[in-house]
């Protein structure tokens, strides 16, 4: 695609953004027991080659920026040229990741790499490259995601803002440790006891119950930015939920058990949950929203009163490794956070809604 016809694209923004914020999250995790350390901040970029490192150290250094900077390059001004915007993402990577290795110099759990500042720089250019090639098309007004965005998506900042929110509920399911569907529990963040004591019976009900509330809270969510209805887009968001709670669970547990997840009571949600989103999808559209934040708020209160569940032994010590404890602080966040931004989300686009003089949500 020749220069002049580069386009910025809202949508690679908001994706670059929710991206940018995360990364840098994973990156300074836990953010706790700030101090000086009296040592100068730049001085780890003059240390030699660090004497421990692992090949999956490096590699997630690399792939983990990949998508931030390509799509930062659909995302840059549309007055610069591509070369410029690729040169543009590249730098811009390379400032974040030198402002949060800078950073952890001053939190007790972090050690800055030099090694680690070169990786992501070169994951930046990989992805930059890639975004120059590749994410024009991609985003491009003409191109397929494109069309199929304005064609079933609910238009303007707020359909893009609700992929976005679509996006964070999958990352939310790579925790390994939660139930099945399970997000919202404020206790890790605030280090809360739990309420109620393990009882076998009353677990299985009340993780069922979870599955249940929140699966029908993702697929009315779901449907809420979709102009009109087809069952489909819903179908393949929850398969590729289970299909991230399958990774999780193959990577983290010890032993590798990829359906750990599919408890008795995950398999009773899971059920029960899909006929009632069924049921729901056939009432007015007008009442998906309003239903979608009652799911939330029940699925929500249930996590928080679930007592500990003492079958998922989830690997500790591997999730405590580099860049394992990255990826998981960041994806603990996410899952703790998810139903207040999606109950915010469904805020906005009823306010959206109320002023669109032809509402964009039609039929069933």
């Not at 707020?158 to 390994?176: C, N």
């Not at 449907?223 to 991230?244: E, H, K, N, Q, S």
């Amino acid at each position: 695609m020749p220069d002049f016809q580069r386009r910025s694209s809202p949508l690679a923004a908001w994706f670059a953004a929710a991206i940018g914020v995360l990364i840098v999250y994973a990156c300074l995790h836990p953010f706790t027991g700030w101090r000086d350390t009296g040592l100068p901040v730049f001085d780890y970029l003059r240390q030699p080659w660090p004497r421990y490192y692992t090949l999956t150290d490096l590699t997630v250094n690399v792939l983990g920026i990949v998508p931030f900077s390509f799509a930062l390059v659909a995302a840059m001004p549309s007055r610069l040229s591509r070369g410029g915007a690729v040169l543009a993402a590249i730098l811009t990577t390379l400032m974040l990741s030198l402002s949060v290795e800078t950073l952890q110099n001053f939190l007790p759990s972090r050690v800055p790499s030099n090694l680690d500042v070169g990786c992501n720089t070169l994951g930046g250019i990989l992805g930059a490259l890639a975004g120059g090639r590749w994410s024009g098309r991609l985003f491009d007004p003409r191109s397929g995601l494109t069309r199929w965005r304005k064609r079933r998506i609910v238009p303007g900042h707020v359909g893009e803002i609700g992929l976005v929110v679509l996006g964070l509920w999958l990352l939310t399911l790579l925790t390994p440790e939660s139930l099945l569907f399970a997000t919202g529990d404020l206790r890790r963040l605030f280090d809360l006891p739990t309420p109620l004591q393990f009882n076998p019976t009353r677990f299985v009900k009340v993780e069922a119950a979870i599955a249940a509330s929140q699966l029908v809270a993702v697929g009315l969510t779901a449907r809420c930015i979709m102009r009109d209805f087809t069952p489909w887009p819903i179908v393949l968001l929850v398969l590729l939920g289970l299909g991230a709670k399958t990774l999780a669970s193959a990577t983290f547990f010890a032993p590798g058990d990829p359906l750990h997840w599919a408890t008795p009571g995950g398999q009773i949600g899971l059920g029960a949950g899909a006929a009632l989103l069924g049921l729901c999808l056939l009432l007015p559209a007008r009442s998906h929203a309003m239903l979608a934040g009652m799911a939330l708020l029940v699925g929500t209160a249930l996590v928080n009163l679930a007592p500990e569940n003492p079958f998922l032994p989830s690997d500790a010590a591997l999730i405590r490794q580099g860049n394992f404890l990255n990826f998981h602080g960041l994806t603990q966040l996410t899952a703790s956070l998810w139903p207040f931004i999606a109950f915010a989300y469904l805020g906005l686009l009823g306010a959206s809604s109320a002023r669109e003089p032809h509402p964009p949500l039609r039929g069933r």
